[in-house]
């Protein structure tokens, strides 16, 4: 039988093999083993059709794919005016792991670096919320948002938090400064273990795929997240999903998109597509090499590119 689309997207895998430049991300042991021959991608239209090609099987860590969703939640929880007190909306144009803070203010510039990410982890739930139901509360919006029940790898976060210097004095310099509440050491657990969602390629198709489709789910069709909620979500990615490098990506593939550093990313197209691809070696701003690439061709093959 002749399946036009997953043919299209096999061939268009092989034709990046070949491509193996990079590195996987070497700061988190449990990453650095990973297997970098690894290589999928799915899409999913808003209306619910998906489509997959090469390890889409494969769960690997969402790592800061998780920021953009997590974000969602916080606005929910706290509301839109209550999270931008204490995060940001501009594109910082540093490094993810850089404290980027506004001046004056001290809030971490957006929330898809980790100082504004770990600030948004902290706002989950309520003022007084336990680390515990932090947690809780991602994974669950996390599987409404997949259509399926998401687990966390307890390996990977503890491989994570050995290394985790760097975010801890990043939650302590946010608490310093009075812009975060919660206890530092729980607050950056918490958003390991949110880093540490196990997720496939298609998970994160129907996660965006549920942005595009203005926060209801395109399969269960529940209502999942605000219009609104999901357009400042996508909005945010589109200024600092790829950090350092938003806006040479945003003008050459013009797909909204963020990236983790297990090799996932993700992209979206309101009322189109939602995109997953997986590959985990890293370029130099920590973002997917090879599944950057499978985005620059789709963009270019189907006429992606938002403007
Ligand atoms: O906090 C960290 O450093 C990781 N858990 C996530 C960083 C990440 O995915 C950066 N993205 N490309």
Same mark, same amino acid.
């Not at 092989?14 to 990973?34: F, K, N, W």
């Not at 310093?176 to 998970?203: F, K, M, N, P, W």
């Not at 994160?204 to 595009?212: E, F, H, Y």
């Given at each position: 039988?002749?399946?036009?689309? #997953?043919? &299209?997207?096999? !061939?268009?895998?092989?034709?990046?093999?070949? %491509?193996?430049?990079?590195?996987?991300?070497? &700061?988190? #042991? !449990?990453?650095?083993?990973?297997?970098?021959?690894?290589?999928?991608?799915?899409?999913?239209?808003?209306?619910?059709?998906? &489509?997959?090609?090469?390890?889409?099987? @494969?769960?690997?860590?969402?790592?800061?794919?998780?920021?953009?969703?997590?974000?969602?939640?916080?606005?929910?929880?706290?509301?839109?005016?209550?999270?931008?007190?204490? +995060?940001?909306?501009?594109?910082?144009?540093?490094?993810?792991?850089?404290?980027?803070?506004? !001046?004056?203010?001290?809030?971490?510039?957006?929330?898809?670096?980790?100082? $504004?990410? /770990?600030?948004?982890?902290?706002?989950?739930?309520?003022?007084?919320?336990?680390?515990?139901?932090?947690?809780?509360?991602?994974?669950?919006?996390?599987?409404?948002?997949?259509?399926?029940?998401?687990?966390?790898?307890?390996?990977? *976060?503890?491989?994570?938090?050995?290394?985790?210097?760097?975010?801890?004095?990043?939650?302590?310099?946010?608490?310093? *400064?009075?812009?975060?509440?919660?206890?530092?050491? @729980?607050?950056?657990?918490? &958003?390991?273990?949110?880093?540490?969602?196990?997720?496939?390629?298609?998970?994160?198709?129907?996660?965006?795929?549920?942005?595009?489709?203005?926060?209801?789910?395109?399969?269960?069709?529940?209502?999942?997240?605000?219009?609104? /909620?999901?357009?400042?979500?996508?909005? +945010?990615?589109?200024?600092?999903?790829? *950090?350092?490098?938003?806006?040479?990506?945003?003008?050459?593939?013009?797909?909204?998109?963020?990236?983790?550093?297990? $090799? $996932?990313?993700?992209?979206?197209?309101?009322?189109?597509?939602?995109? $997953?691809?997986?590959?985990?070696?890293?370029?130099?701003?920590?973002?997917?090499?090879?599944?950057?690439?499978?985005?620059?061709?789709?963009?270019? %093959?189907?006429?992606?590119?938002?403007?």
């Amino acid at each position: 039988m002749k399946t036009p689309i #997953p043919d &299209y997207l096999d !061939e268009l895998l092989d034709s990046l093999r070949a %491509d193996t430049s990079g590195t996987t991300a070497q &700061y988190i #042991p !449990e990453l650095a083993q990973a297997n970098p021959d690894l290589f999928a991608l799915s899409v999913t239209t808003a209306t619910g059709s998906t &489509y997959s090609a090469g390890d889409h099987l @494969e769960e690997f860590t969402i790592q800061s794919i998780s920021k953009p969703f997590a974000y969602a939640a916080a606005i929910m929880d706290r509301g839109l005016n209550r999270v931008l007190r204490s +995060v940001g909306v501009e594109a910082s144009g540093e490094a993810f792991n850089e404290l980027s803070l506004e !001046e004056g203010t001290h809030r971490p510039e957006n929330p898809m670096i980790n100082a $504004g990410a /770990i600030m948004t982890h902290g706002l989950l739930v309520a003022e007084d919320a336990s680390s515990e139901a932090r947690v809780a509360r991602v994974l669950e919006l996390f599987s409404q948002l997949a259509g399926r029940e998401l687990c966390i790898d307890e390996t990977v *976060y503890a491989s994570e938090m050995e290394t985790a210097d760097r975010n801890l004095a990043t939650a302590h310099m946010l608490r310093s *400064y009075g812009i975060l509440g919660a206890d530092a050491h @729980e607050v950056v657990s918490g &958003y390991t273990r949110q880093c540490s969602i196990l997720v496939t390629v298609e998970d994160l198709s129907l996660m965006s795929a549920t942005l595009a489709n203005g926060g209801v789910q395109p399969r269960t069709r529940e209502r999942v997240l605000s219009e609104g /909620i999901a357009q400042q979500v996508m909005s +945010v990615m589109a200024v600092a999903g790829m *950090y350092d490098a938003a806006g040479d990506w945003l003008t050459r593939v013009g797909i909204p998109a963020k990236s983790g550093v297990a $090799g $996932g990313l993700v992209g979206v197209l309101p009322d189109q597509v939602g995109i $997953g691809a997986f590959s985990p070696r890293l370029d130099a701003h920590g973002n997917s090499q090879r599944a950057g690439r499978a985005f620059e061709r789709l963009s270019t %093959d189907m006429g992606m590119h938002l403007f």
